[in-house]
């Protein structure tokens, strides 16, 4: 079945800040990023910012995880003369890349005519995201998951990690692998926090935060924004770069998954895995591709072993397999054209090396590439796929395709 | 280059009781009472007998709002771990080892807690495992596990 909406929507702009190692945005304030990453977003459009009339967010509209972005708020800031349509997917970063999907709904209703999805993220010591679950205040659903000491999502992944390594074999090998492939991609990218070569040996010697996950398989703290903006295809004529056509969205997730964070409660195969087969299965009957079609996959990476877990659960291989697949160095950019099966990973050096804006790094990679201006560029990029999560559902996901 | 599980972590422990509290409601007070008169208790639905952790008002199966709360025999299986080294309070050195059970006596249901009693390094996916008690904040008490 296809979709309704497929290729009457595209992303026209895109726009971040600088990216700082955790709190070291500061004395910036999260609104004036998240105001930079508009504004430069509708300057890569050619539109104004008087145009935007719609907000499109995710995270339950969160600026980073303990603030909230307000629509009244931001209009005042920028200068917003009125919108039609303010809404957010709710939950986490899971729903980074479906935010596309929810602005299209907003714009295929004739609700507002270029609409904004924007991430802001400043981790004063106060709102450390990485030890969010331990930070909470106890109430009676999480008393039944903070004693245990599994203090932020990397820690919990650890535990699905196991199990997959318990019921497939995967090693820590493929989770360096991961870590080493997009640190490659990294290399050249000025704004990249971690820009440097990844030894084996400075792998193997980082401390374990949550054995079988070492410091290096968790993704970076930093602080920044990114903002993009959606339009129909018909308006997108009038912008300044190529349209990146929204090809595929989805969001959501099944019931066995959506325990996963807080519960564990969840049985084999879904404890061991991204929980994005559902979004996974929806986008492929939506678009009737597979994913050896995607020219790219900008995989959600907060953790090395999720970005495994969301390669089989999309297809790139079996359920059981992506040790294997990442190990024959399918994932790298360097091998895509040597190496049977490759679809590069993370061109941008994704959440582990680049920077970690709770997952919109990923869609303004995938609109570079759709573009043909991404530094990694692929030659003749035609779909590029771009996830959100692995969290708390929704999760989401993407597809891109060139006009 | 190998695995480098030649770490070795040494004894678990449980986190220390004295910084850990909890909250309850109706939904999962029965749990927190029963674990107070050292007795492990899951919540079961009352008309299909599904069980469902952490309490919830709704059987998911049936949605039902009849529960019971069965004496369950202490006992389940390692279903993952973790193995961590800090105390997340103040961050010293620490190792204790987050554990997911699969309840015995339940039809799959999983309790997060912590395993002690053992080296984290021999802490197997598959091994058995008992409950003991851990008096934490507010004169509640966790249920926690050690090798069976």
């Known amino acids: 079945m296809g979709w309704a909406h497929q290729d009457k929507t595209a992303i026209v702009g895109i726009g971040a800040t600088d990216y700082y190692l955790r709190g070291k945005s500061w004395p910036r304030t999260i609104n004036d990023m998240a105001g930079e990453a508009i504004l430069k977003a509708c300057a890569d459009a050619g539109i104004s910012i008087k145009d935007v009339d719609g907000f499109a967010y995710y995270s339950t509209a969160g600026a980073g995880y303990l603030d909230k972005f307000d629509t009244a708020s931001l209009m005042e800031t920028l200068g917003i003369p009125h919108v039609g349509f303010s809404a957010t997917l709710t939950s986490g970063g899971g729903g980074a890349s479906g935010a596309a999907g929810l602005a299209t709904a907003g714009l295929m209703n004739e609700d507002c005519k270029y609409c904004v999805t924007v991430m802001a993220l400043q981790q004063l010591p106060q709102h450390r995201l990485g030890v969010v679950v331990g930070a909470a205040a106890p109430n009676p659903e999480n008393s039944f998951l903070q004693p245990s000491g599994l203090v932020g999502p990397g820690y919990l992944m650890s535990v699905l990690a196991r199990r997959h390594m318990h019921l497939y074999g995967t090693r820590r090998e493929a989770f360096k692998e991961i870590v080493q492939a997009t640190r490659e991609h990294a290399l050249n990218r000025p704004k990249a926090i971690r820009n440097k070569p990844l030894e084996d040996e400075e792998y193997w010697s980082q401390p374990m935060l949550a054995d079988p996950l070492c410091r290096l398989d968790f993704c970076l703290e930093t602080d920044g924004a990114v903002a993009f903006i959606t339009t129909t295809t018909e308006r997108a004529k009038d912008c300044k770069h190529p349209p990146a056509l929204i090809h595929g969205a989805a969001h959501g997730g099944t019931r066995n998954w959506g325990r996963a964070f807080a519960w564990m409660g969840m049985q084999d195969p879904d404890f061991a895995s991204s929980g994005h087969k559902f979004v996974a299965d929806r986008l492929w009957e939506q678009t009737g591709l597979t994913a050896k079609d995607m020219s790219c996959a900008q995989i959600y990476d907060h953790f090395s072993c999720m970005v495994l877990m969301q390669l089989e659960d999309y297809g790139f291989c079996e359920k059981g397999e992506g040790n294997d697949y990442v190990l024959s160095g399918a994932i790298r950019y360097a091998n895509r054209d040597t190496v049977e099966g490759a679809v590069p990973v993370n061109t941008h050096g994704g959440n582990l090396n680049e920077a970690y804006i709770i997952g919109l790094t990923h869609v303004a990679e995938a609109v570079e590439q759709i573009r043909g201006t991404a530094i990694n560029q692929i030659e003749d990029c035609e779909f590029a796929l771009s996830t959100g999560g692995p969290a708390s559902l929704p999760v989401s996901g993407l597809i891109l395709r060139r006009a | ?148």
């Open chain 2, 1 to 148: 280059m190998t695995d480098n599980r030649n770490i070795s972590y040494g004894p678990a422990n449980a986190l220390p009781g004295d910084q850990i509290a909890i909250t309850t409601n109706p939904d999962t007070e029965p749990f927190w009472e029963k674990a107070k008169a050292r007795t492990l208790t899951a919540c079961q639905c009352a008309d299909c007998g599904h069980f469902r952790m952490p309490p919830s008002p709704y059987c998911p199966e049936c949605q039902s709002s009849n529960k019971s709360w069965p004496e369950l025999p202490g006992t389940g299986t390692v279903f993952s771990f973790a193995i961590c080294t800090r105390n997340p309070k103040n961050g010293e050195d620490y190792v204790y080892v987050p554990v997911v059970v699969e309840l015995d006596g339940t039809d799959g249901a999983h309790l997060v807690s912590n395993l002690g009693g053992c080296d984290a390094d021999d802490v197997e996916i598959g091994m058995k495992v008992a409950v003991d008690w851990n008096p934490i904040k507010d004169d509640w008490v966790l249920p926690v596990f050690r090798p069976a």
